[in-house]
Nanobody
Framework: QVQLVESGGGLVQPGGSLRLACAAS????????VGWYRQAPGKQREMVAT???????NYLDTVKGRFTISRDNAKNSVYLQMNSLKPEDTAVYYC??????????WGQGTQVTVSS
């Protein structure tokens, strides 16, 4: 079993920055794809960024150049540095750890609100 605990959300003004962190328990973190997803009110959950075992990354088009995902296998942690935040980035952000369809884990979510 894997437990994911997110931190770092909050209220920030447009143009500001936040850094999300996700700490994982268990022993599959370093062999799993890990990432961040978000869900805004009335919208479906969408992938924001993922990082593979080799360090390869994928980003949602609308966050490219503004967000950076990184992982630290020694700390069983994944991070999301978010810069130049926009109101449309407002959502609940979820950490995900994916090994296969049977071993797919989610955190409880952390609220990010971008507003003046």
């Amino acid at each position: 079993q894997v437990q994911l605990v997110e931190s770092g959300g909050g209220l920030v003004q447009p143009g500001g920055s936040l850094r999300l962190a996700c700490a994982a328990s268990g022993n599959i973190f370093r062999i799993a794809v890990v990432g961040w997803y978000r869900q805004a009110p009335g919208k479906q959950r969408e992938m924001v960024a993922t990082v593979g075992v080799s360090g390869s990354t994928n980003y949602l088009d609308t966050v490219k150049g503004r967000f950076t995902i990184s992982r630290d296998n020694a700390k069983n942690s994944v991070y999301l540095q978010m810069n130049s935040l926009k109101p449309e980035d407002t959502a609940v952000y979820y950490c995900n750890c994916h090994l296969n369809s049977y071993r797919d884990y989610w955190g409880q979510g952390t609220q990010v609100t971008v507003s003046s």
